[in-house]
Structure formats: structure tokens, C-alpha cells
């Protein structure tokens, strides 16, 4: 097995874990994580304490920033927004229009790997795949 495809299948069991193991579904929409299985596997990634941060200051209602973003904008302009202080406007264009979401959607995880390195997330894919997974469901309300 090439050294490309072993970081492939690495990264498509990583975003299989946010998605299938971490994520907590409330009907189809990601409404949180399992941080505590995201730091077991992951260890402490500054993207996740963020998102943990966000999702709790949300829950109790201090942060009205992704209903003003999802009642004022697109799909897609929320998404970066809402993602750019995270990991920069560029990337998570590139992600976006690259396909990552639809990949993610469909279970994809080998596809979705692939685009991940493609636009150079290789080291992050556990932040970026609950960022974007958390906020596709805060931008579509």
C-alpha cells in the first residue's frame, strides 16, 4: 500500500469516527459532539475546545451569531463565516466548493480523505470535519 493511501484510509477513519461515533444527531442535523471520545482519540485540538466552547455558549443561549448569519445569508456564506475564524477563509472555501460536505452526507469517507489532502488538511481533519459538520446544521435553520 502506497504511503498515499495509507493517509487516505487514515483520514477516512477519522471522519468516519467524528461522524459516526462522535457526533450527536438530534433527527438528521449534528447538534454536538461526544467531546470526551473526540480528546480520548484525537487528544486536545484547539479547533474542538472552540467548537465545545460554541456549542455550550449556544446551548445556553448566549450566542445568537449563527441565527443572525443563517437568517441574513446563503448556505455557503454562513459556512465561511462561521468557519473562517477556525481555519481560514481560503481552506474552508476550497473545502466547500471541493465537494467535502456532499462527501460527508453520503458517507464518502474515502472521498472525502482524499479532497482533505488534496487542499492540505492532513493533521486537522478531526476539527474541521465537527466544525463544518456543527455549523451546516446552524447555517440551515
Known amino acids: 500500500m502506497s504511503e498515499e493511501n495509507k493517509k487516505v484510509d487514515k483520514i477516512a477513519k477519522d471522519i468516519e469516527f467524528v461522524m459516526e461515533e462522535a457526533a450527536i444527531y438530534l433527527e438528521n442535523d449534528v447538534v454536538g459532539f461526544d467531546f470526551d471520545k473526540l480528546e480520548d482519540r484525537f487528544g486536545e485540538v484547539e479547533e474542538l475546545e472552540k467548537l465545545r466552547k460554541e456549542i455550550e455558549s449556544s446551548e445556553l443561549g448566549n450566542d445568537p451569531k449563527s441565527i443572525e448569519l443563517a437568517a441574513t445569508q446563503s448556505w455557503k456564506s454562513c459556512m465561511i463565516d462561521a468557519l473562517k475564524d477556525h481555519f481560514g477563509v481560503a481552506l474552508i472555501e476550497a473545502a466547500l466548493t471541493g465537494g467535502l ?31 463544518l459538520t456543527y455549523y451546516s446544521g446552524k447555517c440551515a435553520l
Open 101 to 131: 460536505w456532499g462527501y460527508l452526507k453520503k458517507k464518502a469517507w474515502k472521498e472525502a480523505a482524499k479532497l482533505l489532502l488534496k487542499i492540505g488538511i492532513g493533521g486537522n481533519v478531526a476539527g474541521l470535519v465537527a466544525v
